[in-house]
């Protein structure tokens, strides 16, 4: 997108400001940060941005630091780093950004579903009401080769769909919720354009890069580039009220 003409200036009041910080390669630092304002800090390889940023001012918001002040209008702190998350074959990207649940809500409201009795949970590949028994939701069955990595086989009976047949009836634009599972978030977005509440999610996931990434696939198989993006499209989409830092 082109750099916008008109941009608003960074807030005045209430900056984060920084006095005589040392920490490892921070040594005697002091600067003042705006508030209401994405700020960057940049520098060569070991410079100390990490440590600023999660020794200095993450510390400080935890109340362990005296060098730094600004930070009492704000009532919490999320911090998007590299950490692994502790990912199973049933986190996806669907579970993970929090889009599960709209997604269910919506396709056990349409009238197929009301009239087959089906609730949200008839929608996920996760419960007993919802998965193809087969594969127990997964979409594939594994095969043991021996000699050769594990090969994952599409579930004969759900076809790669992962839930039960009752639940593969109810279709919205010819599309089950099983066939979300394989498609972009790209292309979600466009069958869902009049549903604010699913579009909410998926845009900040476009935001910050995701368009690629399919519903159904799994964390683990993300980069940790990939999985930093959907930590911070499930903040940004949260509804959490306060000044978050």
């Given at each position: ?94 579970t ?19 009239a ?75 069958l ?54």
């Amino acid at each position: 997108d082109p750099y916008p003409l008109n941009r608003t200036p960074p807030q005045r009041e209430a900056p984060i400001i920084i006095r005589s910080a040392s920490r490892h390669n921070v040594v005697d630092l002091s600067c003042t940060l705006p508030s209401q304002a994405l700020v960057g800090l940049v520098g060569v390889s070991g410079a100390g941005k990490s440590t600023l940023l999660f020794d200095v001012i993450g510390e400080a918001m935890a109340g362990g630091s005296k060098n730094v002040s600004g930070l009492e209008t704000f009532t919490r702190a999320i911090t998007i780093d590299q950490q692994p998350i502790g990912l199973t074959v049933r986190s996806d990207v669907m579970t993970f950004s929090d889009l599960s649940v709209p997604l269910r809500n919506f396709f056990s409201k349409l009238p197929q579903a009301q009239a087959l009795g089906l609730q949200p949970s008839d929608f996920s590949p996760f419960t007993s009401r919802g998965m193809c028994r087969r594969c127990q939701g997964l979409g594939y069955r594994t095969v043991d080769m021996r000699f050769l990595p594990t090969a994952r086989i599409p579930c004969e009976t759900c076809g790669g769909l992962r839930l039960n047949p009752t639940s593969l009836s109810v279709t919205f634009n010819g599309l089950t919720m099983g066939h979300l599972f394989g498609l972009s978030i790209a292309e979600v977005r466009g069958l869902f354009e009049d549903h604010w509440k699913i579009v909410r999610i998926l845009d900040t996931l476009i935001g910050v890069g995701g368009s690629y990434l399919r519903l159904g696939q799994e964390m683990a198989s993300l980069s940790t580039g990939e999985v930093q993006r959907v930590k911070l499209a499930r903040e940004l989409a949260s509804s959490h009220r306060g000044t978050t830092l």
